[in-house]
């Protein structure tokens, strides 16, 4: 945000010291004797055909007169801009120690983006002694355009302590903080810009922005709303508003403000993509081919905003569309880090510290699945931290977590380079991410490079298309070798499924089938993964064996009012009566897990398997017959069947997955002996055994940590 606008009470920017309005600025009487003066007052009158004559006469007087050439190009600026900057260049020419027609030449470069000149032009003013506060800024402006972030915050930050009520001084840091992942600062930059003019939406967007982005939404949507109520229009408060709203599952409130925000831009990619995200959650159908074309479209063009890669892993995706989305979010998100340049990983006090770092520590599936480890690894050898930057549910899950590690912090209200720097001082030799491109994310820690060794770890089922991830923990199912072209991380492989159990997960009372709401002598297909994994092609499957099973019901996860109206509305399309779709709530963990022991048969989702649903799955004895597609997402299912020793439930196409589930409704001894073998292997398997998992886990650290 430039200021072209010296005000008569500023300090006058020829560096004398004065007020502007008692020197260069003042309105002098018509009869003074310098023609230049009278130029110079008819310009502060808004007279600029008057001041450029003035200031002709008074060259024409006095070919030498500095200030005449200075006030000329003022006069000419607007209509005759090369003009303007011949003569303040005559006016350096003859006064090199006067500071203003030095800035004006500044200014005058700046706008036609040249930046190197323009920066030599403005410190050429200040070493002529102006220390002016625009001039400041406005030099700022040049070193941001150039990527010199560092250097441009200190010019804002001088011309603030110079005039403390510089709006776009405040903005312009605002944008550098924001710029370098800096958000907390940036959003108290723009607050103190907001507090100066509190009528400027953009101000509000920053900000609102800057909230989210520091882990404080309701401040966010504050934010938000007023940007909206000085520009009601403004397809930035829009959006922003609605990932929030994305955010908190509120996907009928972000609906309608992505529409609007579409309607006011109709080639806005980011309002496509995020409404092809709520679309999916909400299983509303209608256009989707359309929006996935067009969010296709979209990715494909360099110049095009990112997505988010996590809202890319359900739909259908090649492996190497996949990574160049995510090059591009990393680009574009965690470019403008430097990173740091940690020692090589080493011992301390004799054992490897390792930490683990993500916002799920709590009720989550992350629970389900990684405590056991963290409570099994071998305390002589590893000293196990984890960085903590969730929420605190006060849960069992939590005190669990907090329970098993030997350092646990939260590092909530922390900055990320904050945390970045304590984890460095904690000198960690291998850093586990647990969350990948999650809501709230914190990959910007990862990019300043805390640890020499850093993991994308179990939580994001792809490539992060970063640099600064190192490895990426998978197993030879998931990840065939031939796949790493297609990954930024190298694979880092477990002998059997990357994937680890918690064993020691509570089971509860198994429920009757009518305390479940389902039909006694039904055959019940289940399916107990989130409503986004839910794609049309998969549904049209899931309604040919309803109506191939007569006798039949389909037992979904309930996630959201308007995902169950619309799934309902489609089996009525495909000729199934909607009651036959029972919605299961939301429930504590062990009841959840026994009431499993009511379903016959799980059904996966492709390109997006169940994953920790179907290990909750796995491990209370039902079956899944899932289809393993080329991507990470589409490929953990298959895994977890291989490592329980029931290869035989993973299909590679539609038709074959269907096939295979109208065979085992059709063949209840086959499916009995499937249980049964399930559970037989349930204490012996691979996919349960967290002891071994965890030792072959800490295999892989001795040996990227070598000769720590």
């Keep these: 945000m430039p200021d072209n606008n010296i005000r008569r009470n500023d300090s006058c920017p020829c560096g004398s010291g004065r007020r502007y309005k008692d020197c260069h ?108 506060p625009v001039l400041l800024n406005n030099l700022g402006l040049s070193l941001q355009a150039q990527g010199r972030f560092d250097a441009a915050a200190d010019r804002y930050r001088e011309a603030i302590a110079l005039q403390p009520d510089l709006l776009p001084a405040h903005a312009n840091l605002g944008d550098v903080l924001s710029t370098r992942h800096r958000y907390a600062e940036a959003a108290a930059s723009y607050a103190r810009a907001a507090a100066l003019n509190p009528n400027l939406a953009a101000l509000w967007n920053n900000l609102g922005f800057c909230q989210r982005r520091a882990g404080a939404p309701t401040a966010a949507r504050t934010s938000f709303q007023r940007a909206l109520s000085f520009a009601p229009d403004d397809p930035q408060a829009l959006l922003g508003l609605a990932s929030l709203d994305i955010a908190d ?18 080639e806005s990619a980011e309002a496509t993509n ?74 301390v006090d004799g054992r490897v510290r390792i930490a683990y770092i993500g916002p799920d520590f709590r009720t989550h599936p992350l629970a389900n699945l990684l405590t056991e480890v963290i409570e099994r690894h071998d305390r002589t050898r590893f000293e196990v931290f984890a960085y903590s930057f969730g ?27 904050a945390t970045a720097r304590r ?28 640890a020499p060794i850093q993991v994308n770890c179990i939580g994001f089922p792809g490539t992060l298309g970063a640099d600064c991830y190192d490895y990426v923990l998978t197993d030879r199912f998931v990840t065939p070798p031939e796949q790493q072209a297609n990954f930024v991380e190298r694979f880092l492989y477990l002998p059997g499924c990357y994937l680890p159990s918690d064993s020691r997960r509570p089971i509860g009372a198994i429920p009757s089938r009518a305390q479940c709401g389902l039909p006694e002598d039904a055959f019940v297909f289940c399916c107990f993964n989130a409503s986004y994994k839910i794609l049309p092609q998969v549904f049209e499957a899931w309604m040919r064996l309803l109506r191939a099973v007569p006798a039949s019901v389909l037992w979904l996860l309930q996630t959201n009012a308007p995902a169950t109206g619309n799934l309902r ?10 009651e036959r779709l029972i919605f299961a709530p939301r429930i504590p963990l062990a009841e959840h897990l026994a009431r499993h022991a009511a379903a016959d048969l799980f059904l996966d989702t492709t390109p997006c398997n169940a994953h920790t649903t179907a290990n909750d799955a796995l491990f209370v004895g039902l079956p899944i017959v899932t289809c393993a597609g080329e991507t990470f997402a589409s490929r953990v299912s298959g895994s977890q069947l291989n490592a329980t020793g029931l290869p035989e439930l993973v299909t590679y196409d539609l038709e074959s997955y269907e096939a295979l589930a109208l065979k085992l409704a ?23 055994d967290t002891g071994r998992y965890t030792r072959e886990l800490e295999k892989l650290i001795c040996e990227l940590c070598r000769p720590c």
């Design 25 to 132: 600025g003042a309105l002098r009487p018509a009869g003074s004797e310098s023609l230049s003066e009278i130029a110079r007052a008819g310009l502060a009158q808004g007279c600029l055909e008057e001041a450029a004559r003035d200031a002709r006469a008074a060259i024409e007087r006095d070919s030498t007169d500095a200030e005449a050439w200075t006030v000329l190009g003022l006069a000419l600026e607007a209509a005759q801009p090369d003009a303007a900057l011949d003569a303040w260049l005559r006016a350096v020419a003859l006064a090199p120690r006067q500071p203003e027609a030095h800035f004006r030449i500044g200014d005058f470069r700046r706008r036609r983006g040249e930046h190197d000149v323009a920066i030599a032009a403005y410190e050429a003013a200040i070493e002529a002694g102006s220390t002016h």
């Design 249 to 266: 599952q509120r996907y009928e409130e972000a609906a309608p403000l992505i529409e609007r925000a579409l309607a006011l831009q109709p």
């Design 274 to 347: 995020l409404l092809l995200y709520t679309r999916q959650h909400t299983c509303d159908w209608a256009d989707f081919e359309r929006l996935l074309e067009a969010q296709r479209a979209s990715l494909a063009q360099p110049e095009a905003p990112s997505v988010t890669p996590h809202n890319l892993l359900a739909l259908p995706y090649a492996p190497d569309e996949l990574l160049t989305a995510a090059r591009k979010w990393a680009k574009e998100h965690l470019g403008g880090i430097n990173p740091g340049h940690p020692l090589p990983p080493s011992a």
């Design 391 to 417: 929420p605190d549910d006060g849960s069992p899950a939590r005190a669990r977590f907090a329970a098993a590690f030997d350092r646990f912090i939260d590092v909530r209200g922390e900055s990320f380079e």
């Design 423 to 450: 984890i460095a001082d904690d000198r960690v030799a291998v850093l586990f991410d647990t969350s990948g491109y999650v809501i709230h994310a914190r990959s910007e820690i990862f990019a300043l490079r805390p």
């Design 569 to 578: 509305r489609e089996a009525k399309r495909w000729g199934v009566a909607p």
């Design 666 to 688: 059709r063949d209840p001894d086959t499916l009995r002996s499937l249980r049964a073998r399930l559970r037989a292997n349930s204490e012996s398997c691979p996919l349960f």
